[in-house]
């Protein structure tokens, strides 16, 4: 089951990757009658060209309209590669404000950035909107959404680079999950009322 947070307006993007938490939110929202614009960014890795190749032929085939997006800039020395990544990915995303952008953050994740935040002195919350930005996923588990892609047959790629350690999340959520889980198993349940809260007070954390 997809829960949403607050309403989605008539007229949006969506910022997709392939991944299955974008794809099935694309397949979500394509299924309501809204004006709806795919955003995809290209971050010039060794599998972007794929992914790229990936959402365009899938718009293609379904009438969706796309906007492709791709680094502008070398990383500076003093962002990581996951800064840069996001930076460049928002300037793309940032000439799309005529409209609301809707990022597919989900329960998983922002379970991750409270623990990753938390570790650092400073607990956070991925925030439901931020300027022109709204993440209504963010109560969804990520099996839920996995969950309906299998249902609704929605294709979908995997990033070799997710199972990749060397960043941070993907350290968190392959090796410290396991044992988060283990001292609190209900973690999940507890995040999920501090994002209800969050929103419910309209507090951007983050």
Partial sequence: MI??????????????????DSMAVLDFLSRSNRDLLVLHFNHGTAFAPKAEAFVKNYCENRGLRLEIGTVTRERASDESKEEYWRNERYA??????????????????????????????????????????IRPFLTTRKLALNGWCKRKEVPFLEDPSNTDVAYMRNLIRHKLMENVLTINPGIHKVVKKKVKLMFENSI???
């Fill in 204 to 206: 951007d954390t983050i």
């Fill in 3 to 20: 829960n949403v947070l607050g309403s989605i307006p008539k007229k949006v993007a969506v910022a997709v990757s392939g991944g299955s």
């Fill in 92 to 133: 793309f995303f940032s000439n799309f404000l005529d409209r609301k952008i809707i990022t597919c953050h989900h329960l998983d994740d922002a379970v991750e950035t409270w623990l990753f935040t938390s570790i650092h002195g400073n607990p956070m919350l991925i925030p439901y909107s931020r300027d022109n930005f």
